[in-house]
């Protein structure tokens, strides 16, 4: 299984110390690992009391729960929740009472479409893969409270699933109604909006289609505003807010009234954001499948090509105008049908060459107007804002204030009102599958929609043999008539179940409220454990999930809020995304087969050295490439920190600059705080290599002042060896649970550097930064500068160069 590896093994690149090689223990990772995690499960080190932990010192260091997939664990994986756990263990030494929970996402189609492949029942299926993670997650050292674990397939954690379900079915925010949705024909079955990637589905990669059928829908757009605005005072990272902000997709705009020719009291509206284009419209447009459509059959035959036949006045000249069928108005957004401006948009003009319809400018250029008419008509749409033209009292505007102006021009004639609108579509979250949630409804005929009463919760998953998704538009439920022929709650008459599961992401919009209350068997959460625990002070997540389980989080928290039973609106204000580690280029999945597991390396070289060669290998937030070829350099690195507390105390003069170690103490620690891990085991292992050189000059009281604060610094990283060595020089248990070495701030205050920053091959000015700063670092202080950003104007630079404790160049 594992092999001791022997100092003695390589020849030593250490001269000082190779002379004392015979005087080691062998590095064992193998024993020193198993010993200290039995010890840290028998004291219970990583466990906190969450019914008197203060609120004040707190710390919920929450990372992504995995999904048990069935090829367990991945090195990706281990990456970061390494990252994640050097960070809270860090906290612990910082002070913090550190609550780092863990369970698992165990109910979807994942684990579904994975079971119908190989032939397994979904339930025994995840017990087995849920054991495994749990075996992976022990192994890699990291400091989880294991005593609140849960998974959400479990009834004990679904039934508050359909609990939270039934809160927001009160609030009036689940409701079930007909909709064009998104089907997944090889899942079979509806998915989210944000479940799509392009147009395929997320899960499977199969082309989505579309489909009219009536399914549940959580209103998550009534939230879109709160959602928007609450991004302002999150520490997330910026692309976080962007992705959301953009997903969200808030704007304002008019819907304008275009009354139907020859049928006076039906309008067609349209939605625009550049209602100061209204002179220029020249047709509507309508996708194909629109009511009008229908009508026009009815009225007068539609014309050939994209015509419908129908037409409408406009609302300032009166003039008539045709409705036209185009592809790419989008039915679900606005009003699902637009007004068409040829000479201003891009798209509607382009339409309008094709099927030969007029284009008006309306709008020129503020400069160099005469030049640029000949363009805006003939070579395509002027699409930017400008002054008005031919757009009768509202000529010679500018732009934003004819929009104004024609707004409310139209509103005081009831033609038009101003309108937001939203990209973001309602959560749809029924899904014709097996492995989910019943969602806890009774339909019955005499009462309609009936929820079931809260005490009757769960509604059990029914074992059934045939698991298949039948495809008709209904989950393989609906074929167990024990299950679907109740009585109703209300009349007692005869009902039937509603048989579409709920969505996964519903089980993981709310599990990190669950987690301090998962023993809790009469109530989702205990409210004074959430005012204790929550919310979450750092939650380590992926950039896969910022439209989706991010947001879907964010929703469902500030439901519960506004119903008063959480008193936060934000379950996570502080946010880092991990990067990916990627295989020969890819990231790591088992269709890849790329995926490289935490056990073979364990096995060999312990999870101290992997922990410590994966935040090595690439930045946290970054990610990068995954290989071994790093690895001997760690482990020797390892082997030279463990030499420290092997080797006897050496008896020098004595004398020693100590700065070099103060100054590791405070990179060390302001790097795990930045989630900068490779660069503070840049700084491990240079203080390290110091300490072996300086070791024959120390004293014995200055050595092991030395060894104890590395042993200190190395705790988060590599925690088993780290608690040995911490043991072996005498430290009380557990080196986890002292307090992170300060340092002498004058030793580290000589550490700074000058550097000169060049914009576009200029010196503009001579800045102070860190002399460990790296190129962010010197770029973010450069930035500072007012003679840099006079230089360099409003835009970020388009090239960076950093010669570190040198030069910063910067082009413009
Ligand atoms: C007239 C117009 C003139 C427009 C112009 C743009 C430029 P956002 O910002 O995304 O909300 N639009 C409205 N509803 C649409 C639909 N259902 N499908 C496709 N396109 C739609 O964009 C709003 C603009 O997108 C609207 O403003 C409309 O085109 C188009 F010079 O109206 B505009
Ligand atoms: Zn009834």
């Not at 002498?744 to 000589?750: G, L, Q, S």
């Not at 006079?790 to 630079?797: C, Q, S, T, V």
Request: with cysteine; net charge negative; proline share 6%.
């Amino acid at each position: 299984m594992s092999t001791r590896i022997h100092d003695q093994d390589e020849p030593s690149d250490d001269p000082q110390t190779s002379a004392l090689d015979d005087a080691y223990d062998a590095y064992d990772h193998a024993a020193i690992e198993a010993k200290w995690q039995a010890r840290w499960e028998a004291e219970g080190t990583y466990l906190v009391d969450v019914d008197r932990a203060d609120p004040a010192t707190k710390f919920f260091n929450a990372v992504e729960f995995p999904y048990p997939s069935a090829e367990g664990l991945h090195v990706g994986n281990v990456f970061k929740y390494s990252g994640a756990d050097v960070f809270g263990r860090y906290q612990r030494m910082a002070g913090r009472d550190v609550f780092q929970p863990i369970g698992f996402d165990s109910f979807g189609i994942h684990t579904e479409n994975y079971a119908l492949r190989v032939g397994e029942h979904p339930r025994a299926l995840t017990e087995r893969t849920i054991g495994n993670f749990r075996r992976q997650l022990h192994r890699i050292g990291a400091g989880w409270d294991w005593s609140h674990e849960f998974a959400t397939s479990d009834p004990s954690y679904y039934r508050w699933t359909q609990w939270v379900f039934l809160q927001l079915y009160r609030a009036g925010l689940a409701v079930r109604e007909d909709a064009e949705v998104v089907w997944c024909p090889s899942c079979r079955t509806v998915l989210a909006f944000e479940q799509l990637e392009g147009d395929r589905c997320e899960r499977c990669g199969t082309e989505a289609t579309r489909r009219f059928m009536k399914q549940w829908q959580l209103r998550i757009t009534a939230y879109a505003d709160q959602l928007l605005a609450g991004l302002d005072d999150l520490d997330w990272p910026d692309i976080s807010k962007r992705l959301q902000r953009d997903w969200i997709g808030r704007s304002e705009g008019v819907e304008v009234d275009f009354a139907i020719a020859g049928r006076p009291r039906d309008v067609l509206s349209a939605f625009t954001t550049r209602v100061d284009t209204l002179f220029g419209v020249t047709f509507l447009a309508v996708p194909p499948g629109h009511p009008i459509i229908e009508r026009a059959d009815r009225d007068a035959p539609p014309q050939a090509g994209t015509r419908t036949g129908v037409e409408v006045l406009h609302p300032t000249t009166g003039e008539r105008i045709p409705v036209v069928i185009a592809d790419y108005v989008v039915a679900s957004y606005g009003t699902g049908a637009i007004m068409g401006v040829p000479a201003h948009d891009a798209r509607d003009h382009e339409f309008a060459v094709e099927a030969d319809l007029p284009i008006a400018t309306v709008v020129l250029p503020a400069v160099g107007a005469d030049a640029e008419v000949g363009t805006a008509v003939t070579g395509g749409a002027w699409t930017d804002d400008g002054v008005l033209t031919g757009s009768g009292e509202f000529d010679g505007l500018d732009s934003a204030t004819a929009r104004d102006a024609i707004a409310d021009w139209l509103a005081s004639r009831g033609l038009g009102r101003r309108a937001v609108r939203y990209r973001l579509h309602d959560w749809l979250i029924s899904r014709q599958r097996y492995w989910g949630p019943p969602i806890p409804i009774v339909h019955c005929d005499a009462c309609g929609e009936v929820p079931v009463p809260e005490e009757d919760l769960p509604v059990l998953l029914p074992e059934v043999e045939d698991f298949h998704p039948a495809g008709t538009g209904e989950s393989p439920l609906a074929s167990v008539e024990s299950f679907v022929n109740i009585s109703c709650p209300s009349c007692g008459g005869a009902a039937r179940r509603e048989t579409d599961v709920s969505d996964t992401f519903l089980d993981s919009a709310w599990y990190l409220l669950r987690y301090p209350s998962s023993d809790v068997a009469d109530a989702a959460w205990d409210p004074e454990r959430t005012g204790r625990m929550l919310p979450v002070d750092q939650y380590a997540g992926g950039s896969e999930h910022i439209r989706r389980h991010h947001l879907y989080a964010r929703f469902v928290t500030r439901a519960l809020h506004d119903l008063g039973l959480v008193s936060f609106a934000e379950p996570f204000p502080r946010l880092r995304l991990g990067g990916l580690l990627t295989m020969s280029g890819a990231k790591m999945s088992k269709s890849r087969g790329n995926v490289v597991t935490p056990d073979e390396f364990i096995d060999r070289v312990g999870a101290d050295v992997l922990r410590l060669h994966l935040l090595f290998c690439a930045p946290w937030e970054e990610g990068g490439a995954f290989s071994s070829d790093g690895l001997p350099g760690i482990e020797r690195f390892v082997r030279r920190a463990w030499r420290l507390v092997t080797a006897p105390d050496p008896d020098g003069p004595g004398g020693v600059d100590a700065r070099p170690l103060h100054r590791a103490i405070a990179r060390v620690g302001r790097d795990v705080e930045r989630m900068k891990f490779n660069t503070a085991v840049a700084a491990l292992m240079e203080v390290v290599r110091w300490a072996s050189s300086e070791r024959a000059v120390m004293t014995g009281p200055e050595w092991r002042e030395t060894t104890r604060t590395i042993a200190l610094l190395l705790a988060p990283f590599a925690p088993h060896v780290a608690e040995e060595m911490w043991e072996r020089l005498g430290g009380p248990f557990s080196v986890h649970r002292q307090p992170w070495p300060s340092f002498d701030p004058d030793a580290v205050h000589e550490d700074m550097a000058t550097i000169a920053v060049q914009v576009d091959g200029r010196v503009r000015d001579r800045i102070q930064v860190a002399a460990d700063a790296d190129r962010d670092d010197a770029l973010s202080a450069a930035l500072r500068s007012d003679r840099v950003r006079r230089h360099l104007g409003d835009a970020e630079p388009r090239q960076v160069v950093y010669v570190p404790g040198r030069i910063l160049n910067l082009v413009s």
